[in-house]
């Protein structure tokens, strides 16, 4: 009997410890589940996190191109209420409905030159020049022979530059090089 005894509490403690492998295999698998859950509302939360910034990044782009646009259209209904200053040259100008005209270029007027002023600024590029013997206005003193040669010669003492120390020893070019023989 004693050893029916023995084998019974052998077979219940084998029971028993396949029983608690059993309730530990369970535990785990609970275990593993709730990792896989958790993570997985991790994964969702991170995915709802970026959606909502990319939606509030394209309505931040949204607002502000609209407030570039408002902006724009600000200044051109700006621009329209700016009156526009008057064309001298338009004043001349004859409109009908079936053509416009208008003289193109005024009469000039002449300044009179001043001892500081020469007054250059009625000249166009398309002017001809003053006659030497008789020029339209007088010529200054500084362009007069005598006091123009001393000016260009104070100039060139007091700026005098060596050309070979500020520039430096210049090389005979070769012309092969550039003019490739043929």
């Not at 005024?106 to 020029?135: C, H, Q, R, W």
């Amino acid at each position: 009997m004693e050893r029916e005894a023995k084998k019974m509490d052998i077979k219940r403690k084998r029971r028993l410890e396949e029983e608690a492998a059993r309730i530990r295999k369970m535990k785990e698998e609970e275990e593993s589940v709730a990792r896989l859950e958790e993570e997985k509302r991790r994964r969702d939360e991170e995915r709802k996190r970026r959606e909502r910034e990319k939606k509030d990044k394209k309505e931040r782009e949204k607002k502000e191109k609209e407030r570039k646009e408002k902006r724009l259209k600000e200044e051109e209904e700006k621009k329209m209420k700016t009156p526009v200053p008057k064309n001298k040259h338009l004043a001349n100008a004859s409109m009908n409905e079936s053509q416009i005209t208008y003289e193109m270029t005024p009469d000039k007027i002449y300044v009179a030159a001043t001892a500081t002023n020469y007054g250059l600024d009625d000249l166009d590029s398309g002017d001809e020049t003053d006659d030497e013997n008789n020029p339209r206005k007088k010529v200054p003193k500084w362009a007069i022979h005598p006091q123009l040669t001393r000016t260009i010669a104070n100039i060139r003492h007091k700026n005098a530059i060596v050309a070979d120390v500020f520039f430096g020893p210049i090389n005979e070019p070769d012309l092969n090089i550039i003019f490739k023989p043929s």
